[in-house]
């Protein structure tokens, strides 16, 4: 049975490891290979680009500046705390808006994040919103001249004002409010002056006019939109395979959604809607748009009909999403956010991390310390199960003189050796099982996490020590001696053959990139492991396998996010103190105390007692 349980124990390890090794060699070269094609694309189009074509052999329209882009348009400024840009005036078109708050990377002078670019530029990205209807000339949409008539930019105490007056009779007044965070409220009221009815209704849409190479990852980014309580996503590969989807609902909302950033549109949640989404191909490039058209509505003349829409733009923040779903009865808002197949236990994990950090920010501590305030709650929970799990490991070790002696006299029969095995174990109230169980335990816990910190906007670029982002690898490389070398091994020619070897490659670039917290973790579970009752009664091989698991978990983690490897830290950290204290309860021999007894040159057997 002990035999068993050692067995089940490096079942478990081989499980997470072989977890861990799908992710890093199988999921991330998965992801390099479509970095080498998009790679691949980029080089044809600049070839094709140098022959005045596109990549699909076209006729190349060179894409504008930002700046060109820009003056292409009258503009209104927007002038938030958390956001600037402008409006285009030529189709009231939102095109133009910075993250203030958020920068590119964790460089002092790092630029802001750009979220919305004009319509001709490069990769512009923008959302406009106006009205369509049978036979009625004139009605807005995005070439439509609009006229400011308020004053001033656009900030949280200025709303814009516009107006436009279409040839049949319909005029039009566009109020747009911003909030100090991410929200536009755009209020239409349109006003029937001739002389017939007009039926109308309105749309919103967001258009993505290719998507740059640092998006389309395994995140998911893509179309998003919540349609009749339902989520529904696709990510812009399969998106653009599948060419479009259409989808009903009453209210809702939808848009396109990078890893940390969207922009959605919000109709009136009362309001059934018809949605889009589709890709077509516009001289060579792909547009991706999502849009959507409201209920229709007769306006007699004389009449008047006004309609709510709400614009999200900027980053998804947990406790945001949640404020804006439940002050805008947008359901499962906070979905934006790619919880993964483990929802129900990433997100409770996230809150209260999240929860941590708000109270330890007030004492001026960051992520880092909320992460050990969480680790500490995860053992105190688990517990239970660890202690009994510990406590029966360490009786089996107390008695693995009496089970060698029982295995040296009954060789030769194994029916006794067996009843005379559940003996003691009955006589010692020893339950083998309670000691694997509790193994499986941190499983679930890991990848919950492993998604908390892959796709949560609160941990990018949340600093702890010399780590500038817990939700990217350690930045520091025993290479240049953990940063006090001025040089990046990631810029040693001969990588660039080695990392195209699809395994090889992938082994070594992870050993250049072992950083100080996958070496702090790999010490910690290795003296974790050889300090536990598990390594006892074990077969030589299997403990030389097991002895081994540290160090592979370090070369497998370190690409991992640094803030997931730290967790790992203190958690066995705590391992190592609890079975410290379980063994010296049960009396039983460890190799701390036998480690400081040779130290002062005491004996083992005192130290134990």
């Known amino acids: 049975m002990n035999s068993d349980n050692n067995r089940n124990l490096i079942i478990f390890f081989a499980i997470v490891l072989l977890a861990l090794a799908y992710e890093q060699f199988f999921i991330a070269p998965k992801e390099t290979t479509a970095q080498q094609q998009r790679a691949a694309a980029a080089a044809a189009a600049q070839a094709n680009a140098a022959k005045g074509l596109t990549a699909t052999g076209q006729p190349v329209v060179a894409p504008l500046t930002q700046a060109q882009a820009l003056g292409a348009t009258p503009r209104v400024s927007v002038q938030t705390p958390a956001l600037s840009g402008s409006i285009s005036l030529t189709g009231a078109r939102y095109d133009d808006l910075s993250l203030r708050n958020y920068h590119e990377t964790t460089q002092t002078n790092s630029p802001p994040v750009q979220l919305w670019t004009p319509l001709g530029a490069e990769n512009s990205y923008y959302a406009e919103a106006g009205w369509v209807g049978t036979n009625v000339a004139g009605l807005p949409n995005g070439q439509t001249p609009w006229t400011q008539t308020s004053q001033g930019p656009l900030t949280p105490a200025n709303p814009l004002e516009l107006t436009y007056a279409a040839s049949s009779g319909l005029t039009f007044h566009r109020e747009i ?302 290479w240049n001696l953990f940063g006090l070398l001025p040089w990046n091994p990631d810029t040693v020619g001969w990588l660039v053959t080695v990392e195209h070897l699809p395994f090889v490659g992938g082994v070594v670039l992870l050993i250049l990139h072992l950083g100080a917290w996958p070496i702090i973790y790999a010490c910690t579970m290795w003296v974790s492991l050889v300090s536990g009752p598990t390594m006892t009664g074990v077969d030589p091989n299997q403990q030389a396998i097991m002895r081994w698991m540290p160090w592979v978990f370090m070369i497998v983690l370190a690409q991992s996010s640094v803030g997931l490897v730290i967790y790992w830290s203190f958690s066995s950290v705590f391992t190592l103190a609890q079975t410290y204290f379980l063994m010296r309860r049960y009396k039983v021999e460890n190799p701390i105390d036998q480690f400081f007894a040779r130290l002062t040159g005491g004996g083992a057997k005192a130290a134990a007692e």
């Open 177 to 478: 409010k911003v909030d100090p965070p991410f929200m536009f409220t755009q209020t239409d009221t349109v006003t029937n002056t001739g002389a017939a009815p007009v039926t109308i209704a309105p749309y919103g849409a967001v258009e993505r006019h290719g998507v740059p190479p640092t998006l389309g990852k395994i995140a998911m980014e893509g179309a998003i939109g919540m349609f009749d309580k339902v989520l529904k996503e696709a990510k812009y590969p399969k998106w653009k395979k599948d060419g479009a989807y259409a989808y009903t609902s009453t209210g809702g909302w939808l848009g396109i959604t990078d890893k940390y950033f969207m922009t959605v549109f919000a109709p009136p949640q009362s309001e059934p809607i018809q949605a889009k989404e589709q890709v077509s191909n516009v001289g060579g490039v792909d547009v991706y748009e999502t849009s959507y058209v409201g209920q229709a509505r007769a306006v007699a003349p004389g009449a008047s009909v006004t309609e709510v829409t709400h614009v999200f733009a900027g980053a998804k923040v947990v406790k945001t999403l949640q404020a804006y779903g439940a002050q805008l009865g947008l359901p499962n808002f906070d979905k934006a956010v790619d919880w993964g197949f483990l929802e129900l236990l990433s997100k409770p994990v996230f809150l209260l991390l999240d929860t941590y950090a708000g109270w330890l920010s007030h004492l001026g501590l960051g992520f880092g310390f909320a992460i050990l305030a969480l680790t500490i709650t995860i053992r105190l929970v688990m517990f239970p199960a660890f202690n009994a799990s510990y406590g029966m490991s360490t009786k089996m070790k107390k008695v693995q003189p009496q089970m060698k002696a029982l295995q040296e006299r009954y060789k030769n029969d194994p029916t006794t050796l067996q009843k005379e095995m559940m003996g003691l174990y009955a006589k010692e109230k020893i339950n083998p099982v309670t000691g694997c169980i509790p193994m499986l335990l941190p499983l679930p816990v890991f990848y919950a996490l492993n998604n908390v910190f892959n796709v949560t906007i609160e941990m990018r670029q949340a600093s702890f020590g010399w780590v500038k982002d817990l939700s990217s690898p350690d930045p520091t490389t025993i």
